[in-house]
């Protein structure tokens, strides 16, 4: 299994991506932010990954596979070089268990989490 130093929970929709950066899970030190789905919002993204001086090689992006929406996610992070994992949304739902409230902010928050937790499911 393959350790990484931030895992990246994406909320994927029609026009934007919520992304919620996860440093430290114990502590629950995260940061999030909204940019376009699109190449240009992507791209934005990865920068502000590499600001934080991380390699790309040791971040995971997770999003849940919402069929169109999130194709152009995948093509440009396959074409980076970084690692992803296109969950069913059913799958994070099911392990999430039973929550109130509903934002696209808490849904990129806890895709993070999924991804921390159910490491252990990921093969690459």
Not at 14 to 30: G, N, S, T, W, Y
Not at 35 to 50: A, D, E, Q, T, Y
Not at 77 to 98: H, N
Request: hydrophobic fraction near 40%; charged fraction near 25%.
């Amino acid at each position: 299994m393959k350790k990484y130093n931030l895992i990246i929970g994406i909320d994927v929709s029609k026009r934007k991506l919520d992304v919620c950066f996860l440093f430290d899970p114990i502590v629950k030190q995260l940061s999030t932010h909204i940019v376009s789905n699109n190449p240009r919002g992507i791209r934005k993204m990865l920068c502000s990954v590499k600001k934080l001086t991380i390699n790309l090689k040791g971040t995971l992006f997770c999003f849940e596979n919402t069929g169109v929406y999130s194709m152009s996610l995948a093509y440009y992070l396959d074409q980076a070089g970084a690692d992803y994992w296109e969950v069913p949304a059913l799958e994070i739902k099911r392990a999430k268990g039973i929550s109130r409230g509903k934002s696209d902010k808490k849904d990129a928050q806890d895709i993070a989490f999924y991804a921390h937790t159910q490491l252990h499911k990921l093969y690459l």
